[in-house]
C-alpha cells in the first residue's frame, strides 16, 4: 500500500479545517491529556485514519490497553503511512510518529509494547485520529 500525494497547505489552510484542539496537535504537535481521549477506551472493530487527511493508519486489530492514558497500538496498517523521527523536546528522546500524507503530528512510538507481537507501543492522541467501521 503507497500512500497517496503528500498534501501541503498552508498552517492557516489547516488552521480553517480543523478543530482548535486538532490543530494544537496535528500542526503544533501538541498532546491531549491523558485519559481524556475519546478512543483510549475504545473497543470497537474497524481503523483508524488520519483526522488531517483520512490517510488510514492503524486498525483496530493491533489496538491494546497499555495503561497510559492514550489509545495504543503494537503496529501501524502499513508502515509507509507514517514517518518518524526524533524528538528531543521537553528534555527528552523520543520517536514523533506523523501522517506520511499529511505530516501531521500522531503520537510517539516506545519500545515497551507487547513483547509476544512487535514490542513497540505506537502511543496516539485521540484527536488525531477518526474511527472508521
Given amino acids: 500500500m503507497k500512500t ?4 501541503e497547505k498552508t498552517e492557516e489552510e489547516w488552521e480553517k479545517i ?5 490543530f494544537e496537535i496535528l500542526r503544533k504537535k501538541g498532546t491531549e491529556r491523558p485519559f481524556s481521549g475519546e478512543y483510549e477506551n475504545f473497543w470497537d472493530k474497524g481503523k483508524y485514519a488520519c483526522a488531517g487527511c483520512g490517510n488510514l493508519l492503524f486498525s483496530s486489530e493491533t489496538k491494546f490497553d497499555a495503561g497510559c492514558g492514550w489509545p495504543s ?3 501501524a496498517l502499513d508502515k509507509s ?3 518518524e523521527r526524533v524528538d528531543l ?3 527528552m528522546k523520543r520517536i514523533e510518529v506523523m501522517c506520511a500524507k499529511c505530516g501531521g503530528h500522531l503520537g510517539h512510538v516506545f519500545d515497551d509494547g507487547p513483547r509476544d507481537k512487535t514490542g513497540l507501543r505506537y502511543c496516539i492522541n485521540s484527536v488525531s485520529i ?3 467501521k
Avoid: A
Fill in 4 to 7: 497517496e500525494n503528500k498534501i
Fill in 73 to 75: 497500538f503494537y503496529e
Fill in 81 to 83: 503511512k507514517i514517518t
Fill in 89 to 91: 523536546s521537553h528534555g
Fill in 18 to 22: 480543523l478543530t482548535p484542539m486538532q
Fill in 130 to 132: 477518526q474511527f472508521k
